[in-house]
């Protein structure tokens, strides 16, 4: 029996374009092309023929070569993997891919910004899409998804509102992909139910080290149903292997200008190189009796079930192992939509849920040009198609027969699956009320789950989120929103309200404390269950060398890092060579000025037998290493190399010089002992940088 893998691999075959090397250039027609340097023209220096199909065809070609960008989640990257189930899940849901652990259902996942548009960078404070089609042998499977487990609004119809806050404002068409300017926090301050996914925002999860490190939420309960017809609510979670990671947002601002590609690269370079990326999907399951035995609605996205309450079960596993050919014929075609459901997964009545069953059909039509984009090789089921749809633009499939029915004519073909238990069918929710255009009172708290996720951060992520607020309200000219936008704070905690006043000038509101006692430990990224195995695989590791360096000793910590995965690369001044202290050359991966420390996750400075004052010296270096402590990230120094590290003491940067023995201290690992690097060392270091960030070091200057 094939697998819908193996099906999704024949038709990606059969779709993929001509070999470029098999013959010369054509026109779109197939004719030979002899020459596309020169249009044809009366003479020499004759104007250009209107008769030179080829020129005209290939500059139409070109002006036509751009589609509309989507209007949120615009800038994107993607990648082609498999999903495989633990064991089966026929209990709570018949859908086919959920039942046998023996098959492997293709999948297609576009990670994505939602702010900015297609050419912006990637490192924004923002939220991110992670959508995953699953080509099922019962059709296409979209979980649309999001890396925050809540989303801004309760009911679909506020999303139009919504998105033009966050966008560019309307007169300037400023700020590119972010969210600190006036518009949205009018908004905000205006529509308190904003501010639980406003604290996730402002939180580290809105800066992602990787789209491989980042979690995935398909936000709202959803439904499995069983072949017996029985319903059970169910929200999807992603868990990455890796652990969740973030950057700090110094870093993250900084990554917009050195490599405004940083997210996508590093999804694009771990495939390349084989570390497939891979997530755990696990499911809250809630038996339909317990719909309203929650202090909160089911139906309201603007709430979690906390993980203590609902425990997340292990379901499966997805991998992405392949990269896109091309980008725009995968990644940017591709179309998915909350609606492309299969038996055994259906809705919930949340409004937000329901309108975007609505939005997602209607904005392909427009970004893709008509309604004939499922035809689409990234788009195209594996299982078999028989509709009696015709016709539109860009149809790429000739049909045969009859396009009604009932008919005699086409034998009653394609027949109705009737009684077929194969057949989707809607679960049977009884529903009857007065047509109302009124929001529920289940859905009316909005500050004591913002106050739960506060209330459930670790002391560094409370730091970093009243940055964020300060930053963002910072930015906001009109003070009156500022002052606003403080006031629904101290309805969620009074300190984080007068930490935020404090840092934008407007009063601190008085008499609130913490207002709400809710927590749930899962959701900081201290929480172990987020820490991911503790490996150091896939991290960047930059290693600062110059003439004088001891090659051997780097050349052996190098091995040491690879053989735990991670990529070291040995970093100088100037790219190729520098001199080791025997003489010999040592190979420079790459050019200091061509890099910077906000691309790496941990800086490692070598020893030599030569005095490193002139190392220590170079502004590029000191800023390297300087920057590398600020962000938390691992410092490792080894013999005269912990000299460089040191000079920056009197900046407040904290090291250990003790003679001759490998110290670890809040990640900051040195050992002055000359020669090769000790077994203790290593270690020290490779758990340093596997603990990520380093978040109990005193302040720096400079
Ligand atoms: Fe979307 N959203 N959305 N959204 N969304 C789109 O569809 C919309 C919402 C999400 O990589 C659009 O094809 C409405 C929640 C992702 O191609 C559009 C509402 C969540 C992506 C649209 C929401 C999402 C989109 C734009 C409120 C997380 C990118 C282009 C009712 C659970 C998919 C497109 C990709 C994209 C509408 C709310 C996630 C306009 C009306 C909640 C990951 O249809």
């Excluded at 993980?307 to 990269?323: A, C, S, T």
């Excluded at 009109?478 to 007068?498: F, I, M, N, Q």
């Excluded at 896939?538 to 050349?555: K, N, W």
């Excluded at 390297?624 to 080894?638: I, M, N």
């Amino acid at each position: 029996m094939s697998s819908p893998d193996d099906d999704k691999q024949e038709q990606r075959e059969a779709f993929r374009a001509p070999d470029p090397a098999g013959g010369p250039l054509t026109t779109d027609q197939g004719v030979i092309v002899d020459h596309t340097d020169d249009s044809l023209s009366a003479g020499e220096r004759g104007p250009t023929l209107m008769e030179d199909f080829h020129f005209r065809e290939k500059l139409t070609r070109f002006d036509h070569e751009r589609i509309p960008e989507r209007v949120v989640h615009a800038r994107g990257a993607g990648a082609y993997g498999y999903f495989e189930p633990y064991a089966s899940c026929a209990e709570f849901t018949r859908a086919a891919f959920l039942q046998d652990p023996s098959v492997r259902t293709p999948v297609f996942v576009r990670f994505s910004t939602v702010q900015g548009p297609k050419g912006s960078a990637d490192t924004v404070r923002d939220v991110r899409g992670f959508a995953t089609k699953f080509y099922t042998s019962e059709g296409n499977y979209d979980l649309v998804g999001n890396n925050f487990p809540v989303f801004f609004i309760q009911d679909g119809i506020k999303f139009p509102d919504f998105v033009h806050a966050v966008k560019p404002e309307p007169h300037n068409d400023i700020p590119t992909g972010a969210s600190a300017h006036d518009s949205l926090w009018d908004f905000v301050s205006l529509q308190p139910e904003t501010l639980h996914a406003i604290m996730w925002l402002m939180s580290d999860r809105a800066i992602p080290r990787s789209y491989r490190m980042m979690q995935g939420f398909g936000v709202h309960t959803f439904r499995f149903v069983n072949a017996e017809g029985k319903g059970t609510f169910v929200k999807f979670h992603w868990k990455p292997k890796l652990g969740v990671h973030s950057l700090v947002w110094d870093e993250a601002q900084e990554c917009q200008g050195r490599d405004p590609d940083f997210n996508r690269r590093d999804l694009w370079d771990a495939i390349e190189a084989g570390e497939y990326p891979e997530w755990e999907l696990g499911v809250q399951l809630v038996p339909e009796e317990d719909e309203l035995s929650f202090d909160f609605d089911l139906l309201d996205a603007t709430k979690i079930i906390p993980e203590e309450q609902v425990p997340v079960r292990p379901i499966g596993r997805m991998v992405l192992n392949r990269n896109p050919e091309n980008f725009f014929a995968e990644t940017e075609q591709v179309a998915f939509h909350t609606a492309n459901v299969v038996p055994g997964i259906d809705f919930t009545n949340d409004p937000l849920l329901q309108a975007r069953n609505f939005s997602y059909l209607d904005t392909q039509l427009i970004r893709l040009g008509g309604p004939n984009f499922a035809q689409l090789p990234v788009n195209r089921p594996v299982a078999p198609v028989r509709t009696n749809q015709r016709d539109g633009y860009h149809q790429s499939t000739v049909h045969r027969g009859t396009n009604y029915f009932p008919n005699s004519l086409g034998g009653g073909c394609p027949a109705h699956a009737g009684g077929d238990p194969e057949a989707y069918r809607h679960y049977a929710e009884r529903v009857d009320g007065h047509k109302i255009r009124r929001r529920s009172e289940s859905f009316k708290d909005h500050h004591s789950q913002a106050a739960l996720f506060w209330n459930s951060m670790a002391d560094w992520e409370k730091q970093h989120i009243v940055e964020a607020f300060r930053f963002e309200l910072g930015k906001v000219d009109a003070r009156t929103v500022r002052a606003r936008t403080v006031e629904e704070l101290a309805k969620v905690d009074g300190g984080l309200a007068a930490a935020v006043a404090r840092g934008v000038g407007v009063p601190e509101p008085s008499g609130h404390g913490a207002v709400h006692k809710l927590a749930s430990p899962a959701l900081s990224l201290d929480a172990e269950s987020l820490r991911g195995d503790g490996s150091i695989r896939t991290r960047q590791i930059a290693v600062l060398v110059s003439d004088g360096v001891d090659a051997e000793q780097v050349t052996a910590v190098r091995e040491a890092l690879a053989a735990e995965g991670a990529i070291v690369e040995a970093l100088a001044d100037t790219d190729g060579t520098v001199t080791g202290a025997d003489g010999e050359k040592y190979a420079v991966d790459r050019a200091l000025p061509t890099v910077a420390s906000v691309l790496y996750d941990a800086v490692l400075i070598p020893g030599g037998p030569v005095d490193t004052a002139p190392v220590a010296a170079d502004p590029d270096v000191m800023r390297f290493v300087r920057d590398a402590y600020r962000h938390g990230k691992p410092v490792g120094a080894l013999g005269s190399g912990v000299r460089v590290v040191a000079a920056l003491e009197p900046e407040g940067l904290a090291v250990s010089t003790e003679f001759h023995r490998a110290v670890s201290d809040r990640g900051v690992v040195t050992d002055t002992s000359p020669g090769a690097a000790s077994a203790e060392f290593i270690q020290a270091f490779v758990d340093a940088v596997g603990q990520h960030r380093h978040w109990n070091r005193p302040p720096v200057r400079g």
